[in-house]
């Protein structure tokens, strides 16, 4: 089944919400649903089951800033296999769905297992939880020439790290007993009425919090927890073409999970400094290069600042304020080189007129004034009053 734009398949604009996005979901999960296609057709069934995957796939895409701020700006070229049901990494349907129908949500027909039958899951049911460690969020700075090249930053972070003592256990003698009230499943089973019948929910076990285990001795320098507060450098690489507002996940960078769950992630979000001379618009830079009335007039040789050093270009005589020159491939470089391009660096030509003059340079003028070569031809006034009317239409 061929990719749709995900705000297209959930019936959303591109500056909806997240609850509204959210809940576009949640329509389409419940209409889709297997359990409500059970008076149809076996055609209509597998219709409704590609839906049902690609609602979901949109969602993933959607609701992730990171992959969503991608799509954005390049379409499925910059997902970068992290989306989709085809073997892409990242993606994890019982994860969206648990996200929004709670988890252990099971809508019934599954035996019991949520929704690994629909998709090849085997009918498993939920096992122990691992502890997660919470995210991280760190800011870096760059400037322009770090953007073009691509670079690497090191922070050193204060976050959990695994306890040494125990090993991350929380267990001061090493042993770890079986819950005795979930038996070491992780969870308890509660039945309730719903619109779509009787459905069961698993929730994590209160006793054990959803490991399935319990500990009589623990640790003496983590309290059982298996986490302490520690530092780690931890080393940041920047692709080159990055944007302002772009953020980067490091997973498993994060806080580390208690008991040996698993880790976090730390998000980087990307700061661009402002250049002194250069603008940037995308991969395209800007120059505002500021002529003197010989130079516009004679033409001649001019300086250009660009992020690899100074180049000189050719002022053409006559030169006009307002003239374009475009320095092709002397931009920034396209994001992880999807297309391996760069931009180019556009240069907008003004020209400086002296406010104060001495009597000798007067004379000069007066005397151009008077010359033909300095007025303006009949089809240079109509060009220029055309482009004042393009202006406003």
């Known amino acids: 089944m061929a990719q749709r734009d995900p705000y297209e398949v959930l019936g959303v604009s591109k500056t909806a919400s997240d609850a509204e996005i959210k809940s576009a979901y949640k329509k389409a999960a419940i209409k889709y649903h297997p359990d409500r296609q059970t008076d149809k057709s076996d055609a209509e069934k597998k219709e409704a089951e590609e839906k049902f995957k690609e609602a979901a796939e949109a969602y993933d895409i959607l609701r992730d800033p990171d992959k969503k701020a991608r799509y954005d700006q390049y379409g499925f070229a910059g997902m970068g296999g992290a989306s989709g049901f085809g073997g892409g990494a990242g993606f994890d349907i019982n994860d969206i769905l648990n996200s929004v129908f709670g988890s252990g949500f099971n809508f019934g027909g599954f035996s019991g297992g949520g929704f690994e039958d629909f998709f090849g899951g085997g009918g498993r049911r939920r096992g122990p939880q691992r502890h997660q460690g919470g995210d991280l969020r760190l800011k870096v700075r760059l400037s322009l020439e770090e953007v073009s090249k691509g670079c690497t930053k090191k922070f050193k972070v204060k976050k959990y790290v695994q306890c040494q003592h125990c090993h991350g256990s929380g267990s001061e003698d090493g042993k770890v007993d079986t819950c005795s009230s979930c038996h070491g499943t992780g969870y308890v089973v509660r039945t309730m009425n719903t619109m779509f019948g009787a459905m069961q929910q698993q929730s994590a076990c209160p006793t054990c919090g959803g490991t399935g285990q319990m500990i009589k001795h623990k640790c003496s320098h983590c309290q059982g927890s298996g986490v302490t507060m520690g530092e780690e450098v931890v080393e940041v690489q920047i692709p080159a073409g990055v944007q302002e507002g772009m953020i980067l996940t490091l997973q498993g ?124 031809s009949a089809q240079t006034k109509q060009t220029f009053f055309q482009k004042f009317k393009n202006l406003f239409n």
């Open 253 to 376: 960078k994060g806080h580390a999970g208690r008991n040996n769950g698993m880790s976090g992630d730390i998000q980087v979000y990307i700061e661009i400094e402002p250049h002194a001379d250069l603008q940037r618009n995308g991969d395209d830079l800007y120059y505002n290069l500021l002529l003197d009335l010989p130079t516009a007039m004679l033409g001649g040789p001019a300086e250009i600042p660009t992020i690899d050093g100074r180049v000189k270009i050719k002022i053409e005589p006559g030169t006009q304020p307002g003239k374009i020159v475009r320095l092709r491939g002397k931009g920034l470089p396209t994001l992880r080189g999807y297309d391996n391009g760069y931009g180019d660096l556009i240069v907008n030509i003004s020209v400086y007129i002296p406010e104060h003059l001495t009597k000798d340079e007067k004379e000069v003028l007066e005397k151009m004034r008077d010359s033909d070569s300095f007025k303006p």
